[in-house]
């Protein structure tokens, strides 16, 4: 296959660069592009802390999720005691109604169910104070997720308002970018200092 014409583009590129610096662009631009290459350095930082937080906020809310089912089953537990609590206090007071002595094994029962539903109770709530501390955890952790979120927004912007700037050469656009990576640098750091 024949190879294309050849075009000599050293000379075009020289007379590019010495346009750029005879307008001041050239110094201009090298500023856009250090400023835009450092948000977007923090925003890849700032997006990476996001994800992070926002997967440490789902597995605390996975870990709650399960402690609240074994909460529920303590207190199915729980009341399955107290029906056999109910049911041996029942036959006491059968015995007793009869003019009985009631048997000491059924006393001993009823006894025996009690200690276990305050024993349960306490187990159950137990996971039930380890549940709600972690769903503490985990709104903490999602209000830094979106605090990051927001910086990333803002960095995004930021970026493409730094290259408008770049290819436009206009300051105010540079300006806008910087301002808009500031903000966000604020919203980024905002989660670290609260937190």
Do not use: C
């Not at 583009?9 to 110094?27: M, Q």
């Not at 906020?57 to 999720?65: C, M, S, V």
């Amino acid at each position: 296959m024949p190879e294309g014409p050849e075009i000599e583009t050293d000379k075009l590129r020289e007379a590019i660069d010495a346009e750029i610096e005879a307008t001041g662009g050239g110094r201009m631009l090298r500023w856009i592009s250090l400023s835009t290459a450092i948000i977007a350095a923090v925003a890849a930082v700032a997006a990476l802390r996001a994800g992070d937080t926002v997967n440490e906020a789902l597995a605390l809310k996975t870990d709650a999720a399960q402690l609240q089912g074994r909460a529920s089953d303590q207190w199915a537990y729980y009341q399955a005691k107290g029906i056999k609590r109910a049911v041996t206090e029942g036959q006491i007071t059968t015995w007793a109604a009869a003019g009985r002595p009631v048997p000491p094994d059924i006393t001993a029962a009823a006894k025996k169910y009690a200690a276990e539903q305050a024993e349960i109770q306490a187990g159950a709530r137990k996971l039930e104070d380890e549940r709600d501390a972690k769903g503490r955890e985990a709104e903490v952790l999602l209000a830094s997720h979106h605090r990051y979120a927001d910086a990333v927004a803002l960095f995004q912007v930021a970026i493409a308002l730094g290259a408008v700037a770049a290819l436009t050469r206009m300051r105010p656009l540079w300006y806008a970018s910087v301002a808009l990576g500031t903000a966000g640098l604020v919203f980024f750091v905002w989660p670290m200092v609260a937190g």
